[in-house]
């Protein structure tokens, strides 16, 4: 499985724009970087997924390096519902499950 | 709507007691996960299965059981071997070959 490294916590001001990164030096060349959130109490929930492009969607932006080693979720304006820890993690179709870490608890300040 | 039932929300049981978690979704997805979260923890799989009548266990299978009968279900048996039951329990579902994954709101279980 990829590792992968996240920041253990992050804040951010409302209304301005969170970068979230994570590191995946040992991913495998098939493997897609997904990205999940988590809010209290609650189960994960999707948020982004790529391979080797950049890719926006309605919650989020993803940003991949070029050597795919490292990604940015970045999220254009955080709102106090965005507050909720951030997992990385790399995967591919196949038979192996999704590893989460402990991710990046993101706190938002109003 | 389509979706992913976890139930109890929260379960309180004696030690030695086994209990069972349900799991049930009407997504038509393939394969289903068990995941169980400790407090400032990350998630640790504890079985999946791809296939009805099939399944595979993950990093923390012992002390755990589950069944596979239809694809909509799959139950997880908390047993009196597991040392720590006491956890937060995921359910996800998630079609074949596609990793976006669909959790259930939890069951948070207690032993006393």
Redesign the interface.
């Known amino acids: 499985d990829a590792k992968t490294t996240q920041p253990n916590s992050m804040e951010s001001n409302e209304e301005e724009p969170v970068h979230l990164p994570c590191n995946h030096s040992t991913i495998s060349g098939t493997d897609y970087i997904h990205w999940y959130r988590q809010l209290p109490s609650q189960g994960p929930e999707y948020v982004i997924h790529g391979l080797t492009s950049n890719v926006n969607n309605r919650m989020a932006s993803l940003a991949i390096a070029e050597d795919r080693k490292s990604s940015t979720l970045i999220l254009h304006r955080a709102t106090l519902r965005d507050a909720a820890v951030y997992y990385c993690t790399p995967g591919n179709s196949g038979n192996t499950p999704l590893v989460f870490g402990k991710g990046t608890r993101l706190s938002v300040i109003a | 709507d389509g979706g992913i039932t ?1 139930s109890p929300k929260y379960l309180f049981r004696k030690e030695g007691q086994n209990v069972t978690l349900s799991c049930e979704q009407n997504l038509n997805h393939d394969a289903m ?1 068990w ?1 169980r979260q400790d407090p ?4 640790r ?1 504890i079985y ?1 299965s ?1 296939i009805v009548n099939d399944f595979q266990k ?1 990093d923390i299978a012992e002390g755990y059981s589950v069944s596979r009968e239809k694809k909509e279900s799959f139950p997880l048996t908390v047993t009196s071997a597991q040392k720590n039951p006491t956890a937060f329990y ?3 579902s998630s079609p074949w ?10 069951t ?1 279980l207690t032993v006393v």
């Open positions: 976890q996960y995941y400032g923890q990350g998630l799989l999946y791809q993950g995921l359910c996800a070959t596609d990793y976006g994954y669909t959790f259930g709101s939890g948070r």
